[in-house]
């Protein structure tokens, strides 16, 4: 499709882009936007409620996921697509518009654990591992948070200890996306020397798995519930030492992942709030209450303008933060601030849509309330909002307001 060329789209579609923003992307970036998105809405929106509702993962979406080749985003070679940073923000957009739990079963192999392993592994292990996480025939997990080091991650206290040709790992990791059903899951450890690492442990590397590797599935979730996140439990679980990453030497390598990683947490938020004021607006322009159209209304038409503006000015933040990730120009403070504004700004965008549908907004038939549940998990994850915030006054002050403690910890 040329350049600006805006094909066929509902009227509820042609409203979100108010300011042509279409016109802004390539043809290669509008063509795999378009086929993630059919492919949604043909695989993924018309069956998730029912396993959104039971808290099961849809185990049978993954090889059809695999067929659409996007595993991989912005890593080039090793079967990884190496799409444009636009592109791969479109991609999380387009998913999280489906539907959030899938959203992060995608960003947690694609970007968390194979951008780790693309920048922190050398060349052999690129090659050993990436092409099959490509082809999805092998899953990917990223185990970092810990029970009691959540947004505090590089106080981390799981260890690594150097054990003849293996490394022998001990501690517990919680809210691991995948961690229950992955083949390579990176677990971050404090090394014998204090310097935190990168680990892939291979959890089906043997009939009877890995020993002492232990994930049990979360349960008792309200948001994201059609995505297993595990509580890991590592006692004495050997890893072969070519399987510690090469390129990770402190935490500072494990923030080079998240800072790379972070700006697609924006594009998910924008997935969520344009979802959501889209079925809004539909449902406004069908719903009659006193003889006419609900969107007839002064009080709706204030909350859709309004949600259109937030929703048209995340857009443009998107796309100008993903340029500069294209460029290499953007900067950890930069994806911060986009994804402190788009998370609250898509809380409060998803919260009116629910508000507009009435009664109908907590039925999961209609969507919004899966959309309403999820954003709270977007809203925490990758970062509080509040630590966000922090990373940006740091960057804007020159003072960091987020720890009284010295920067001793590697």
Known sequence: MPRGVVASRSVTEQSTDFYAIEELLGPAEIE???RVRAFCEKEVTPR????????????LLVPKIAELGISGGTIEGYGSPGMSAVAAGLVAAEWARADGSIGTFYGVHSFLAMQSIALLGNEEQRERWLPEMARMEKIGAFGLTEPQHGSDAVGLETSARLDGDSYVLNGQKKWIGNGS??????IWARGEDGAVGGYVVETKSADAGTPGYEATVMTGKTALRAVWQAEITLSDVRVPVENKLAECHSFKDVSRVLDRTRYTVAWRALGLATASYELALAHALRREQFGQPIAGYQLVQDKLARMLAEITSMQLMCWRLSTLADAGRMTAAMASLAKMNHAAKARAIVADARDILGGDGILLDNHVARHHADMEAIFTFEGTDSVQALIVGREITGLSAISGRKPSRS
């Open 181 to 186: 059903i992955a083949d390579y899951v990176i």
């Open 32 to 34: 795999i936007r378009d």
């Open 48 to 59: 998730i409620n029912d396993y959104w509702e039971r808290a099961e993962f849809p185990h």
